[in-house]
């Protein structure tokens, strides 16, 4: 409180001049330029944007607290989410391949073959199932925060759109789990449903997962890296041509040996440029959103002479 006082009584003295300064760090508006000690009335040293610009509402240093709780919460589902599905998958692969092995040297128990169907079914939850939901709720947490008109309408159709489908892909597997556990099909989930599933839901949480750090990054400001998740987007696209090359070949039943082997390896550098790149990116976000909410608890100190600084902006114009 003491802070705040001795902050606000100098520039009160020289207020009728327009002498007003920034007492504390201000990002500029236009290029992130520390306008700390800068006239009110003057522009970036930098970049020559006017300051009171930096002092908009509805910039997202301004964001409420909870907002930004919200976004790092999002951003630790995203940074978790890759590195708990290559995990799981390469359990799931080494489990699998024990559960082959098993089955092949021994006569087939149907001990075993119940044991596999409750450990694919606890995969499909822990793989496919669970990561959709977390996607689903990331998406949920990384909105724009609904205030001030620069921050869009809060009903961004896409987002809406997005939602939906994940929530649908949610409870259609709910409903084919529900079905190879309990022992019932439903007759319009039968056969292709699930096959579908186990194709579609693994390409819509990648490309949901690289949808939403793209719009991380323009919510926090950063065109650069969105330019990098809607590459990355592009990979996606690349990666399901090739895995709808691949399974053509494999339904053809007719592998030219050379032609499926450079398939793969593309398939496997796409998947990995992907990996890498989604990975890269969730950390330089997390890095920026970090350094964003230091300063937004900052200015969340200064609420009474950032009042008092948009008030004299306001008076000079
Ligand atoms: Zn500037």
Redesign the pocket.
Known sequence: MSEMASGVVPEQRSSDDGGKVIPFELP??????D?QQQPVKGR??????PVREALAQDRLIFAPRSWWRKMRTGLWIVIILPVWMVGGGFLWGILRRAMVVRTVAGPAHGMDRDLMRWIEAGMFILLVALPALAALLAMIFLTAPRRGPRWGPWLDPVALLGRLGGLTLVVLMALVFAGQVLHFRFAWLNGEVPAFLSLAAPVALIVAYVCIQRRLALLLGRPGLAQWAAVNIAAVVLLVGLLMLESREIFAASPSGQRSAALGVALGLTALFLAVSTFTLSILCLIHIRGGYRVARNMMNHTQIIAALRAAAAAST
């Open positions: 500029c508006a236009g290029c992130g330029y306008l970036c040293p930098e970049c020559g944007r």
